[in-house]
């Protein structure tokens, strides 16, 4: 058997005879391409942020949520697209791992509890097994294809990261595993990097793992597992506006803790 990786190998993950490729440390970190090096001790939207994806929900049991897209010119914020109906997770939201630094002894993301993660987030890049979605030049962009997979199972030294066979998938494991293909609402994808592995430390097993921006079901009236979505006329919208030299984020609050925090954490 034969692996490609930077890390460990692959013996108690995968099955069989198969060759496999891992996606290296490095190219994996630039899924998250949009994030500076910041402290996750300083409570402050990173200085270098010019876009801001912020999502607003009524509470911390609201599958509901309200989208916005705002940039920042000459140092003052404004609303250029939105607001825009979107769903979160079932169970609505819980403080998840990402920019900000969580308050003492909350609770956070596990992995299936059907909540969406809040907080602030770096923006990763578009996942699609389309052909004709739009984005700004320097966007990493990824074809989903039957090889790929993004691991969920909390025992894999893998646990949420992104991992490319040379195969396509075929083991139970590998299935189940596998990014969706022929499912319109996971289509067209970008990626929140909750719990993503260009912090150290992370991810955190077990702390929830494969959270995107991508298509809603059902026009709206189905919530998701975890991730964000949204209409998809309106996901393409605000693909074609994002600009990776704008570090752009993901603050995801309910509306009460954005008004509280907003001061500290310097918010639009």
């Known amino acids: 058997m034969r692996f490609f990786s930077g890390g460990e190998p692959l013996a108690s993950l995968l099955t069989g005879d198969a ?19 910041f402290s996750l001790s300083a409570h402050a939207l990173p200085a270098e942020t010019a876009q801001a994806i912020i999502g607003i929900a009524d509470g911390w049991d609201s ?23 979107g769903r979160l997770g079932e169970k609505g939201l819980v403080w998840g791992l990402g920019l900000h630094a969580n308050p003492k002894g909350c609770a956070v993301k596990r992995e299936g509890d059907g909540r969406s993660p809040a907080g602030i987030f770096a ?52 299935k189940k595993e596998m990014m969706r293909l022929n499912d319109y609402a996971h289509s067209i994808k970008l990626l929140i990097c909750h719990n993503t592995q260009e912090t150290n ?20 009236r189905a919530a998701t597992a975890g991730c964000t979505s949204m209409s998809e006329s309106n996901l393409r919208s605000f693909l074609q ?28």
């Open 123 to 174: 923006i990763g890049g578009l996942w699609t097994t389309r052909n004709d979605v739009k984005v700004a030049r320097g966007i990493p962009v990824v074809r989903v294809c039957d090889r790929d997979l993004w691991v969920s199972d909390v025992a894999s030294p893998y646990y949420n990261r992104h991992v490319r066979l040379n195969h396509p998938a075929s083991t139970p494991w590998e």
């Open 241 to 268: 506006r994002l600009r990776p030299e704008s570090h752009p984020v993901y603050i995801l609050l309910p509306g009460a803790e954005y008004v509280r925090l907003r001061s500290s954490w310097q918010l639009p």
């Open 19 to 37: 060759e496999c490729i891992i996606i290296p440390p490095v190219r994996a970190f630039l899924f998250c391409f949009f994030l500076p090096f």
């Open 201 to 220: 430390g992370r991810p955190v097993r077990g702390a929830g793992s494969s959270i995107f921006f991508h298509i809603w079901r059902r026009e709206g």
């Open 63 to 85: 599958s509901q949520v309200q989208l916005s897209f705002v940039e920042k010119e000459a140092g003052r914020w404004k609303r250029v697209m939105g607001p825009v109906p």
